[in-house]
């Protein structure tokens, strides 16, 4: 059985509950310049009217678990960010860290990065940022199937 190729599945995170409006304006840009700019799947994350409910926690953790790739915008301090990205690289996770140039990632993060578990990138421009998770997630495209059986 021939089956297409499967579209990559990427997650963004970012900080939400706490994050300014600039940098909430820039996750739904650049999540839409993802969409447009890759063949990938980007999960759209739908806040409730009450965000503490306790499904949030199990439908996020759902997401990082589902998805191929997870991209963290780092740029401003998120606890929730922080445990999304510990669940991704449990579940061994493709994580790209994006950060403005100037942003200093936390030591632990760094630490992520030098034993092999996460990629941290700087970007001086939004465009650049786009650029940069096009090619991460183009490297990590799922491999066509070609001749599967049920």
């Given at each position: 059985m021939h089956m297409a190729n499967a579209p990559t599945?990427?997650?963004?995170?970012?900080?939400?509950?706490?994050?300014?409006?600039?940098?909430?304006?820039?996750?739904?840009?650049?999540?839409?310049r993802l969409r447009e700019n890759t063949h990938a799947l980007v999960l759209e994350w739908v806040e409730t009217v009450d965000g503490t409910r306790p499904e949030m926690f199990e439908r996020d953790l759902d997401n990082i678990r589902?998805?191929?790739?997870?991209?963290?915008?780092?740029?401003?301090?998120?606890i929730g960010l922080g445990m999304e990205i510990a669940e991704?690289?449990?579940?061994?996770k493709a994580v790209l860290c994006l950060h403005k140039k100037g942003v200093m990632p936390s030591r632990l993060l760094q630490?992520?990065?030098?034993?092999?578990f996460a990629e941290i990138r700087s970007y001086e421009r939004p465009s650049e940022a786009?650029?940069?998770a096009r090619e991460f997630i183009n490297s990590r495209a799922p491999q066509q199937r070609i001749g599967s059986f049920l």
């Open positions: 599945i990427v997650y963004v995170g970012s900080a939400t509950t706490h994050a300014s409006r600039s940098l909430i304006q820039y996750v739904s840009n650049f999540k839409q589902m998805c191929h790739v997870l991209i963290a915008l780092i740029d401003e301090p998120s991704a690289i449990r579940h061994r630490a992520a990065y030098r034993a092999g786009l650029e940069i």
